[in-house]
């Protein structure tokens, strides 16, 4: 397990999960896909121009937020149990850029240095050299078809409802052979285009910004441009300064073009106050929270309704979601960590922008918005449908297909299918670069170095950057200033990686490579790169000639994906309960989000959390102890039992009133509901509603109930609202019993996870057949693993069956 035992070791840091590299299919592009998870750089990006180099600052980024999930409990025999949280993921983008590196002519005399010599022009054929491998074929599920399916189409029901009730069949491309020889990736393609966000509205005349205490008559093009800052006004951004000078010099540009109407002449910052603006949205933000549930609703469907057809479209006759079909509505680019472009103005995007893809013969589409597009194409050889370049980071940016895909799943299959070609050719990759640490040219001994640090430590190849990105780098990047050397083998990393989170390692390496980094560091500056003589170019054409398509970022998946595999196998317990083996599961993820520096810091609500969960735990335990007092009150013989005779931990008087009183709220609050839901109910049928007399007997009927709890506390008697025999009050104990076993696993899973972010793995980096064959194969409902989401990306791989390896 490659780098997974030392990875393990070292304190969990803040990291984001996306790769720079890309994978054995896709070239190295600058293409920002907004559909779900890491930026796969697809093969069909138009190239950019490289960026002039340049150097950065390297300050730290704040770590990121991530949702957790939480498990629901049953009813109460007595009360309610509290409602649980919803897990909620965002997903998150990438960019790469093309990295250039002049190599140097350098000389040394030293018998353990490498010989620096000059590149000399090699021939094609050895530039070429590759070695032949096939991809391998996965599995297919041994399931019974039923007669209406095809062998490479079932059906499924149509979520939004054909007409006559009818079925649409489910494209099962994986049983074809998929396409991926970089040519035709289509044949018909219609879609509706992109969806425009509305135009702004003007505010009340009543609300306006001020200006050295005066208030300002802001035409419609200027005071959207304020708002936009009035809407962070108590956000960190507006805090930051560099954000603020951003946002003020292109605030003052467009005030240049659109002037305030009474002539105030706006020249310094800190004489601005959009407070009156912010105070507005903030009213705004609290009328939307105050809506009623119908109101609410009907607002989501009026989006639905507007949003429907673009949401689809017709690639080869069969129905595709789309992915990212909204266009972002203009505002100020936040930026991830030290980005000097923060606090930029992002401008509006308009049909003049944005460039069509479609196919010949079908009709273009109309914008939703005054305008004609930018140029309509009808190129079969790329999957995206429309694409155009934002104005802040000159970055291009695709509509592609959803994440569930064919085109999709295709490229996700072949990315994994990759990977496991690697474990053909890793053992010989491994013994030449080994062999290459003591070369005699230098470029060859930094190269090896690198491909050790790349393997070993999971590294993204890193690229080049331009003086107007963050300064964010990878292992071919990396400058003297990023590594420290600490005798006798010991190299301490820290870095801003990927989406500017903050890798820092102390890792302990071979004795050779730990003199590389020595040789390497001689008579340079800080700022110095460390591998003067290898770049991510020169790195992926290396690697090509052990393996066709082979990438740094492959080797990546591979890590990853091996590593998740072989600790799955060694973690699982044979004989346990589901939670047990997904504490397994969760531990496995774990060491691999470990290694590949997926990590956070704890969040901030981690404690509540926590405390929330071991007030659940109380909650089982109360459940437990009035269940025991019921028992003692049928027959007192039942205190003699060991198991039942000892008080439940954690739960004294003070705590059970706290409890009960909360429950009673609960239980009030609960009939108010019905009763409204049931008299709305009836004035729909026409029927007389229910007197509050109704009402009130219900609502005393609940204090009656809970007069009788405080009644029975502390004294070892309870009744239950429906008789049980004592023999089922026993049984539900065990079930309790089990359910505190289980909710203290979740507990422990849940703070042993604090500081690492499990879910860019499961997109990114692990085969998702692994966890399809380990659910099978251990009985483990996947639907406690993947989220609906991921179930819809990997369909593909749910067809293994459970003896699957990787």
């Known amino acids: 397990m490659p780098g997974a035992s030392a990875a393990t070791t070292v304190p969990a840091s803040v990291v984001k999960a996306n790769g720079h590299a890309t994978n054995g299919i896709m070239k190295s592009d600058s293409v920002v896909d907004v559909s779900m998870g890491e930026s796969e750089n697809d093969d069909d990006t138009p190239p950019k121009k490289r960026p002039p180099k340049g150097k950065a600052n390297g300050k730290k980024a704040p770590p990121t937020k991530r949702a957790k999930k939480d498990i629901s409990d049953g009813e109460s025999d007595f009360a309610a149990d509290s409602e649980d949280e919803k897990p909620k993921k965002k997903a998150r983008v990438s960019k790469a850029k093309a990295k250039k590196v002049k190599e140097e002519e ?27 491998s096939s991809n391998s074929k996965t599995k297919k599920a041994k399931k019974e078809k039923s007669e209406s399916s095809s062998p490479k189409k079932k059906k499924a029901k149509e979520g939004d409802g054909e007409e006559g009730g009818e079925e649409e069949e489910v494209y099962k491309w994986w049983e074809e052979d998929p396409n991926g020889d970089g040519s035709v990736k289509w044949n018909t393609l219609e879609h509706n285009g992109v969806l425009f966000p509305p135009p702004y509205e003007p505010l009340p005349s009543t609300v306006k910004m001020k200006y050295n205490g005066k208030v300002v008559d802001l035409p419609p093009a200027s005071e ?26 292109d605030f003052l540009v467009v005030l240049e073009k659109n002037p305030p109407r009474d002539g105030t002449n706006i020249s310094k910052f800190e004489l601005c106050d959009f407070r009156p603006m912010f105070e507005y949205f903030e009213a705004e933000k609290a009328k939307k929270k105050a809506l009623t549930a119908a109101d609410k609703k009907q607002l989501k469907e009026e989006k639905t309704a507007l949003e429907e057809k673009y949401t689809m479209c017709l690639l080869d006759g069969r129905k595709e979601k789309v992915g990212n079909f909204r266009i972002e509505p203009p505002g100020l680019f936040r930026g991830r960590g030290e980005h000097p472009r923060k606090g930029s103005l992002k401008l509006r995007v308009s049909p003049e922008d944005i460039t069509l893809n479609i196919g010949k013969g079908v009709k273009i589409p109309e914008p939703n918005m005054p305008g004609k597009w930018k140029a309509v194409q009808h190129d079969n050889t790329v ?10 980071n000159g970055q291009h940016k695709y509509v592609f297909l959803a994440a569930g895909s064919s085109i ?27 062999v290459d640490l003591k070369s005699r040219l230098m470029a060859d001994r930094q190269r090896a170095t690198a491909m050790y640090f790349i393997d070993k430590l999971a590294l993204r190849a890193g690229n080049e950057k331009g003086e107007d990105e963050a300064d964010t780098v990878g292992c071919c990047s990396l400058r003297c200033e990023h590594v420290t ?16 989170i903050r890798f820092y390692k102390t890792v302990e390496v071979e004795q050779q490579v730990f003199k590389n980094i020595r040789i390497f560091k001689e008579n340079k500056d800080d700022s110095d790169a460390l591998f ?12 090509t000639s052990y393996m066709k398509g082979l990438t740094a970022k492959v080797f990546r998946t591979y890590n990853a994906s091996i590593t998740f595999q072989e600790q799955l196998d060694l973690l699982t317990p044979s004989e346990a309960s589901v939670q047990e083996k997904l504490n397994a599961y969760n531990k496995a993820n774990r060491l691999v989000a470990i290694l590949c520096n997926h990590q956070r810091s704890v969040p901030k609500t981690h404690g509540q959390s926590m405390e929330k969960m071991n007030d659940k735990l109380r909650a089982i335990k109360y459940e437990r102890m009035k269940l025991r007092h019921v028992l003692f009150k049928i027959d007192k013989k039942y205190k003699k039992k ?27 609050d609960k009939v108010k509901k019905k009763f409204a839901k049931d008299n709305e109910k009836l004035e729909a049928e026409g029927k007389d509603p229910l007197a509050e007399k109704v009402l009130e007997k219900r609502l005393q009927e609940v204090e009656d109930d809970f007069d009788q709890l405080e009644e029975e506390r502390g004294t070892q008697e309870a009744t239950l609202k429906r008789s049980k025999a004592p023999e089922k009050i026993e049984e539900l104990i065990e079930k309790l019993d089990d359910k505190m076993k289980t909710h203290k696993l979740q507990i422990v899973d849940r703070e042993e996870g604090k500081e690492v972010s499990l879910g860019t793995s499961k997109i990114n980096y692990l085969d998702p057949r692994i966890t399809a064959a380990w659910c099978k194969q251990h009985e483990v409902p996947i639907e406690k693993i993947f989220t609906k989401t991921l179930l819809t990306k990997f369909p593909w791989a749910m067809e293994v069956d459970g003896e699957w390896k990787f």
């Open 106 to 132: 350098d000389a040394s005399d030293d018998d353990d240095k490498p010989i620096v010599k000059k590149p000399t022009k090699r021939s094609k054929k050895d530039q070429d050299a590759t070695t032949a």
């Open 224 to 249: 959207e441009v304020a708002g936009f800052y009035a809407a962070l006004l108590e956000s960190p951004h507006a805090q930051d300064e560099v954000f603020n000078q951003n946002f003020f010099n």
């Open 383 to 392: 999957t995206w449908l429309a694409n155009w370049t934002e104005n802040v």
């Open 408 to 434: 999709k799943g295709q490229s996700d299959m072949q990315k994994f299918e990759k990977a496991r070609e690697l474990k053909k050719h890793v053992d010989k990759i491994r013994k030449d670069y080994n």
């Open 485 to 500: 050397l600490e005798p006798p083998n010991n190299i301490i990393f820290d870095f801003l990686g990927k989406d500017s």
């Open 532 to 543: 003067d003589r290898v770049t991510t170019t020169l790195m992926n054409k290396h690697l």
């Open 642 to 668: 060991k198991h039942l005779a000892e008080d439940e931990s954690d739960i004294d008087d003070a705590w059970i009133a706290s409890y009960e009183e909360q429950l009673k709220e609960k239980e009030l």
